[in-house]
């Protein structure tokens, strides 16, 4: 469906915050490209896009500084994550307005986090929660499709479940990133984890809180533990899924691992076994017939 213009009313409601809950943001995964080595001094630069009327898309509506094609299929295509994320996990739908703030260049949203979220570490892109206000910052770069995805079902899942361990909503939000014809498969993790030494350990990884603990390699093991779980059998995605109900009503349910160890003696073990089929798979379908 194509973008349409917010109308006035929608959009001075949307920036009025709402409730002074403890913020809770979920980046996407480390990336050492956005290091501008001068930020912007003048103030108007630490302004969030909104020159331009906002858009409206579905959930979203889009605030920016510069002209959007509103026939990019890409518009389409989030417009569409509610329905494939929400129905592959068994959540119920939301009507939660997802604030989107797209900048034109890295140092515009460089010089914008680092001025407002001085001590958020540097990401593509974040989505931050507060209270019932959910906002989403990125910029037009060429990872801009994966980021919206990604950040965008952090939005989702916000929405609709009290909250959702780092690991997981990291794992989760890696599994949606991708384009959907990809059912879930980043390529790029699976060749990164079966070609060298990989010991998981989902233990550990349930641990973690804080986002600065969160690097390359707990993005990836966060989101292999995903891919296993939906996708291995019908006993382990029936496991996530069970969990992802409990966390509609809980905030603290538990680590998720004694679940796993009712279906599998070593969970560890049977993470690197999927591993191991699934890019054997992979291999299989990339040789020449």
Aim: aromatic share 10%.
């Amino acid at each position: 469906m194509p973008l349409m213009p917010v109308r006035p009313w929608l959009a001075l409601a949307l920036a009025i915050p709402i409730g002074c809950a403890p913020m809770r943001t979920a980046p996407t995964e480390p990336d050492s490209t956005i290091r501008p080595e001068s930020l912007p001094r003048s103030p108007e630069a630490y302004l969030p896009p909104g020159k331009l009327p906002p858009l409206r898309c579905g959930n979203y509506v889009f605030y920016h500084d510069f002209e959007l094609d509103p026939h990019d299929p890409l518009w389409a295509e989030l417009e569409a994550l509610p329905d494939q994320v929400f129905g592959e996990l068994e959540l119920p739908p939301s009507n939660t307005i997802v604030q989107v703030y797209l900048f034109e260049t890295a140092e515009r949203y460089e010089g914008y986090m680092h001025a407002r979220y001085p001590k958020l570490p540097t990401r593509r892109a974040y989505m931050i929660a507060a209270g019932n206000e959910v906002k989403v910052f990125t910029w037009m770069g060429e990872h801009l499709r994966t980021d919206l995805r990604h950040e965008l079902t952090h939005a989702l899942l916000r929405s609709v479940l009290k909250d959702v361990p780092l690991w997981l909503d990291e794992g989760l939000a890696g599994f949606f990133e991708l384009p959907p014809e990809s059912a879930g498969m980043n390529e790029q993790h699976l060749e990164q984890l079966t070609r060298a030494p990989f010991e998981p350990n989902l233990e550990r990884l349930e641990k973690i809180v804080e986002v600065n603990d969160m690097q390359k390699a707990e993005y990836r093991e966060a989101w292999a533990w995903v891919h296993m779980m939906l996708r291995d059998n019908p006993a382990t995605r029936r496991a996530l899924l069970d969990y992802l109900q409990v966390l509609r009503t809980k905030e603290r349910p538990g680590p998720i691992l004694p679940r796993l160890k009712e279906q599998f003696a070593d969970p560890n073990f049977a993470l690197h076994r999927h591993l191991m089929r699934e890019a054997a798979v992979f291999s299989r379908a990339q040789s020449p017939r």
